[in-house]
C-alpha cells in the first residue's frame, strides 16, 4: 500500500512558477514510475509528467514540454514537478501517480496509487 500527498499548490500570477511536491509513504518508492496529471473543472484527468523509477527517464506532455520538469528524491520518498512560466490553462487539480514497476506514462489506468491533489489557480 502507497498513499501519496501532494503539496505546493496556490495562486500565482501568469509566467509565474511554483514546485509541487508529492510524498509517498511505503519502502518501495524507487520501485514505482511516478506521474503528475491534472483537471480542470469540465474537463478529464490528463497526463502531464512522469519519471520512471529509477530516475532517468521522463515524459511530458507537449503543452507542458519546456516549461515543468519532475524529478524525483528517492531517499525522501519525494516526487516534484517544477512549474515555470505558467499559463491560465495551467490552471487544475495535480494529482500524484504511482506506478508499479512499470512505463506506461499517459496511461491513467496503469496507475496503482493517487493522492488526493493539489490546487493550482493561474492569475492573469
Known amino acids: 500500500q502507497v498513499q501519496l500527498v501532494e503539496s505546493g499548490g496556490g495562486l500565482v500570477q501568469v509566467g509565474g512558477s511554483l514546485r509541487l511536491s508529492c510524498a509517498a509513504s511505503?519502502?518501495?518508492?524507487?520501485?514505482?514510475?511516478m506521474g503528475w496529471f491534472r483537471q480542470a473543472p469540465g474537463k478529464e484527468r490528463e497526463f502531464v509528467a512522469a519519471?520512471?523509477?529509477?530516475?532517468?527517464?521522463?515524459s511530458y506532455s507537449d503543452s507542458v514540454q519546456g516549461r515543468f520538469t519532475i524529478s524525483r528524491d528517492n531517499a525522501k520518498n519525494t516526487v516534484y514537478l517544477q512549474m515555470n512560466s505558467l499559463k491560465p490553462e495551467d490552471a487544475a487539480i495535480y494529482y500524484c501517480?504511482?506506478?508499479?514497476?512499470?512505463?506506461?506514462?499517459?496511461?491513467?489506468?496503469?496507475?496503482?496509487?493517487w493522492g488526493r491533489g493539489t490546487q493550482v489557480t493561474v492569475s492573469s
Open positions: 511505503g519502502r518501495t518508492f524507487s520501485s514505482y514510475t
Open positions: 501517480a504511482a506506478d508499479y514497476i512499470s512505463w506506461a506514462p499517459r496511461v491513467l489506468s496503469s496507475y496503482d496509487y
Open positions: 519519471i520512471k523509477w529509477s530516475g532517468g527517464t521522463t
